[in-house]
């Protein structure tokens, strides 16, 4: 928009809020309304034609090109795909021959129905869209000059209300005379150029629609042979298509089932889509490949630590498999209730027991015979030391709560646990555990804290340090 437009724009405003709030007089022509709404009509059906028919002429050249990238799509995923690149003698081809062949034969079809296609695609560009798109160039002339007809009166408006305000105006002054004389000139004015534009679009917009009439009658016509031409053309050619691969007597369904055989069940029955995104929580970093079967314990670690052979191959070192003062006189452990995830679980390997299959959310209490406690020595090598020096002057006295401070009771692990449930705690056989609560019986889950965590585990894996 150049300066003197934007000028306009602005001095337009006040009419065209008050024409939009119909505020004040306004003209109407209510010939030119109707041929405004019928040529509005006109603009869009003709974009849509426009639009819908190149949209027609992409979707046959898309088909087609598709198909043909479909073929070549089969054709790879027929070509085998065993054997290495770096023995080419390894090269074994399991490939569909038949299949290779068939979807060459199908593409060379397709290829040669896009050419005999040509001619008819040409056509719809050159008889349909082309038209549409130079009608549409004839619309966009005619309105601009609706546009500026509208223009026009917002300004004839405009000038108008003004003149009528300063002839009601009662006393004049001689100013006033020279602005209502300024304003008859602007109106006459914009009254010739109003009706010049207005006048010319009632009388020539009703010969724009009839010339539409006859425009769209033979563009119809031309498309609709053109579609005929492209349908018999697809079918002639498909029908003659004759690829021995195909069964055609068979029912569509009928041959799929009949190609694909058993491949489905066989491709089901792979571990690699067994595998499913749970809930669950992982399990844990360092852990057997055998943990992850659903025939073994997932939660079970090989006992003992490893070492490392001359080759860099991991060797297991031997397990502590020396059985409990509770392991001569009890054959397996006691099962009340199994677990959750030990209900398909096979025993577990006599090196290391097996976790209890009851945990209580408490510590269960302590009969009266094994309620004694423990106690623990004290460390007499820090008295000795002291005595066998010169005797310092008299200590003061500690704190009550530092002299009553018990002493950390710890045990070491037998054998490797991995946590089977929340709460549990993990640890390697050879790990120091600091007890946090413990009962008398072995046979027991007790509570320890390992490398900053906490939590329960089978008292029968540990022993205690003295």
């Known amino acids: 928009m150049s300066f003197r437009g934007f000028q306009k724009s602005v001095v337009r405003a006040p009419q065209q809020f008050r024409q939009k709030f119909n505020l004040g007089e306004h003209t109407k022509d209510p010939v030119y309304i109707d041929s405004e709404r019928r040529f509005q009509e006109l603009e869009t059906e003709t974009k849509r034609l426009h639009d819908e028919s190149k949209k027609y002429f992409e979707a046959i050249n898309g088909m087609l090109q598709h198909q043909i990238e479909f073929s070549k799509a089969m054709t790879e995923i027929y070509k085998p795909i065993s054997g290495r690149m770096s023995d080419p003698d390894s090269l074994v081809p399991h490939g569909n021959i038949e299949g290779i062949a ?122 609709y042979y053109m579609q005929l031409n492209i349908f018999y053309t697809l079918h002639e050619k498909m029908q003659h298509c004759d690829i021995g691969y195909f069964d055609l007597t068979l029912d569509l369904e009928e041959a799929f089932l009949a190609k694909r055989g058993d491949v489905q069940e066989r491709a089901e029955a792979l571990s690699i889509v067994k595998f499913k995104t749970t809930g669950m929580k992982r399990p844990p970093k360092y852990q057997r490949p055998g943990a992850l079967e659903g025939n073994k314990p997932a939660g079970l670690l090989t006992a003992g630590s490893s070492t490392t052979t001359s080759t860099g191959t991991p060797e297991a070192a031997p397990s502590l498999t020396a059985p409990r003062p509770w392991e001569q006189q009890q054959q397996a452990p006691a099962v009340t209730a199994p677990r959750p995830w030990e209900t398909q679980a096979e025993p577990v390997e006599a090196h290391a027991p097996p976790p209890y299959s009851v945990k209580p959310s408490t510590l269960q209490a302590t009969p009266a015979s094994y309620a004694a406690p423990v106690a623990s020595p004290k460390p007499a090598s820090l008295s000795m030391a002291a005595a066998a020096k010169a ?61 900053g965590k906490q939590g329960q585990f089978p008292g029968n894996y540990v022993q205690l340090n003295s």
């Open 102 to 223: 068939a979807c060459e034969e199908y593409e060379a079809v397709v290829k040669d129905l896009q050419e005999t296609l040509a001619p008819e695609l040409e056509m719809i560009e050159s008889r349909v869209i082309r038209p549409a798109n130079e009608l549409l160039d004839v619309i966009k002339v005619i309105r601009k000059t609706a546009v500026k007809r509208e223009h026009k009166k917002l300004d004839y408006d405009r000038h108008r209300a003004t003149l009528k305000k300063l002839q009601e105006k009662k006393d004049r002054s001689p100013k006033d005379e020279k602005a209502m004389w300024k304003a008859e000139n602007e109106v006459e004015q914009a009254t010739q150029e109003y009706n010049y534009f207005n006048d010319l679009l009632k009388d020539e917009l009703p010969k724009l629609f009839e010339l539409e009439r006859q425009f769209i009658q033979p563009l119809f016509q031309s498309f």
């Open 391 to 451: 005797k310092p002057p008299p200590p003061k006295p500690k704190p009550k709560a530092l002299m009553a401070a018990p002493q950390v009771e710890t045990v070491t692990a037998l054998y490797d646990y991995s946590a089977q449930a929340e709460g549990d705690l993990s640890f390697r056989a050879g790990d120091v555990i600091e007890i946090v609560t413990r009962t008398a019986n072995d046979n027991e889950w007790w509570i320890g804290k390992l490398h």
